[in-house]
């Protein structure tokens, strides 16, 4: 035999050892798993992940879901920045949750609300919200410049 068959041989003969190897060892970690039943490892805590699906959680309207995913970011990383936007996120929901509870009754109270008194329910939270955000120190607006500057620039370059 040449010495190239001899090689080529010798390469298969390793990759099919290989292969063997390779399924034995999947079958012994089959049979492993069936005969101990391992439980999956928990997945990491990752901070951004979670003020993700908060965040989808508020915007579906669930803020129940997602105040318990706030409370928890908070609890596993506090001292954060994450742990504060959180914070902020949280204050949000709890609010929009106490707003929708006023305007819409829950089934076991079965009030049956006119059109008209759901308007007026809404229309006082709006009044409400806006007396809030009005008592909020507000942020000075930078100064307009003077048109004339640019001009009076010009002027001096020329």
Do not use: C
Not at 112 to 141: F, M, W
């Amino acid at each position: 035999m040449s010495t190239q068959r001899k090689i080529k041989s010798y390469q298969t003969l390793i990759v099919i050892l290989f292969l063997t190897f390779i399924i034995f060892v999947f079958l012994l970690n089959n049979i492993y798993a069936k005969d101990k039943e391992i439980e999956p490892k928990p997945l990491p805590f990752h901070p951004e992940t979670y003020l993700i699906m908060g965040l989808k959680y508020a915007n579906k309207g669930q803020y129940d879901e997602a105040i318990k995913i706030f409370q928890e970011i908070i609890e596993k990383s506090p001292n954060t920045e994450i742990a504060k936007s959180s914070q902020k996120f949280l204050d949000k929901v709890k609010l929009k949750k106490e707003n929708q509870s006023k305007i819409m009754p829950s089934i076991k109270e079965e009030k049956n609300l006119s059109i008209e008194e759901i308007r007026a329910n809404v229309n006082k939270l709006r009044q409400e919200n806006l007396k809030k955000i009005k008592a909020k120190p507000q942020k000075k607006e930078a100064p307009v410049p003077n048109k004339d500057l640019k001009k009076r620039w010009k002027e001096k370059r020329k």
